[in-house]
Nanobody, 125 residues
Framework: QVQLVESGGGSVQSGGSLRLSCEVS????????LGWFRRAPEKAREGVAT???????SYGDSLKGRFTISQDVANNTLYLQMNSLKAEDTAIYYC???????????????????WGQGTRVTVSS
C-alpha cells in the first residue's frame, strides 16, 4: 500500500511562501497520478495541482502562476511550492496517489486510493 506523509505546513503572512513536501513510499504503479488537494474550513475539498508519471502538471485555475507542483523521483518526494499566499489559501493540504489508466490525465480526478494525513497551512492577512 502506498504511504504518503506531508510536511512543511505552518503559519505565514499574506504574500509569503511555503513549500510543502510529501514523502511517497511503496509507489509501485508504472503509470500514476500524484496530487495536492486542500480543504478549507467549511468548504469542500478541492484539487490544487496534479502531476503524472510523465511529469505533466495541472493546476486549479485560481492557483496557476502562484503554485508549482514538482516531484523528485529519485527521492520519492512530491512538492508544492506556494508563493504569494493569500488568506483564502488557508486550509489543510493533502497529497494523494493513485494509478493512472492508460491514455488518461490526472486533473479532474477526485477519487484517489491513497491519501496522506494532511498538513495545515494558515495564511494571515
Amino acid at each position: 500500500q502506498v504511504q504518503l506523509v506531508e510536511s512543511g505546513g505552518g503559519s505565514v503572512q499574506s504574500g509569503g511562501s511555503l513549500r510543502l513536501s510529501c514523502e511517497v513510499s511503496r509507489l509501485t504503479y508504472s503509470r500514476y497520478c500524484l496530487g495536492w488537494f486542500r480543504r478549507a474550513p467549511e468548504k469542500a475539498r478541492e484539487g490544487v495541482a496534479t502531476i503524472d508519471d510523465y511529469g505533466v502538471a495541472s493546476y486549479g485555475d485560481s492557483l496557476k502562476g502562484r503554485f508549482t507542483i514538482s516531484q523528485d523521483v529519485a527521492n520519492n518526494t512530491l512538492y508544492l511550492q506556494m508563493n504569494s499566499l493569500k488568506a483564502e489559501d488557508t486550509a489543510i493540504y493533502y497529497c494523494a496517489a493513485d494509478s493512472r489508466p492508460q491514455r488518461t490525465g490526472c486533473w479532474g480526478r477526485s477519487m484517489y486510493a491513497n491519501w496522506g494525513q494532511g498538513t495545515r497551512v494558515t495564511v494571515s492577512s
